[in-house]
Nanobody, 125 residues
Framework: QVQLVESGGGLVQAGDSLRLSCAAS????????MGWFRQAPGKEREFVAAISGSGGSTYYADFVKGRFTISRDNLKNTVYLQMNSLKSEDTAVYYC??????????????????WGQGTQVTVSS
């Protein structure tokens, strides 16, 4: 069982930056692929970024390439999402997700087994 706790959301202006963190429980964190998803009001949850257990592979949605960076610190059991040049359309609840140990990196919502409670990001224009 993996528990995920996100933090770092807030209200910012367009063009600002935020860093989200996701702290994970469990002893096999370095073998767990992690992802960030987001859900805006009235919209479906969508993929943002993912990272392999080692951190050696990353994958991004087209709409965040060049602006967001996913990273992880396996000693701290934490994954991060650095968000730069934020836009009003980035406003959403951001969720951290984990696959089961040993699974490969994925952008598919249904392939993630554990989810955090979400953190709100609001970008004012």
């Amino acid at each position: 069982q993996v528990q995920l706790v996100e933090s770092g959301g807030g209200l910012v202006q367009a063009g600002d930056s935020l860093r989200l963190s996701c702290a994970a429980s469990g002893r096999t964190f370095s073998s767990v692929a992690m992802g960030w998803f987001r859900q805006a009001p009235g919209k479906e949850r969508e993929f943002v970024a993912a990272i392999s257990g080692s951190g050696g592979s990353t994958y991004y949605a087209d709409f965040v390439k060049g602006r967001f960076t996913i990273s992880r610190d396996n000693l701290k059991n934490t994954v991060y999402l650095q968000m730069n040049s934020l836009k009003s359309e980035d406003t959403a609840v951001y969720y951290c997700a984990a696959r089961h140990a040993g699974a490969l990196i994925s952008s598919r919502y249904g392939e993630y087994d554990y989810w955090g409670q979400g953190t709100q990001v609001t970008v004012s224009s």
